[in-house]
């Protein structure tokens, strides 16, 4: 049976890396023009998102880590 678990575990290896590269490469090519210039709302929009995603991250690494910090009930 498929557990939620196993999905979060999945999203924190390189299936994660393979999303941030997918995000920024997307960014890259909406943003660049043939004219060289940068449509920068779009960009900004997919850099804030990348942002949220790691810093989603980076939260829920800090509530581990406190988590296993935490006495276990014996």
Request: proline share 4%; no cysteine.
């Amino acid at each position: 049976m498929y557990s939620e678990d196993n999905s979060e575990n999945k999203m924190r290896g390189p299936q994660k890396t393979k999303i941030e590269k997918a995000i920024a490469l997307v960014a890259k090519i909406i943003t660049e023009r043939d004219d060289g210039a940068n449509y920068i709302p779009i960009y900004n929009r997919l850099e804030a998102e990348l942002n949220a995603f790691s810093s989603q991250d980076q939260r829920l690494n800090e509530i581990r880590k406190f988590a296993q910090a935490l006495p276990t009930a014996a």
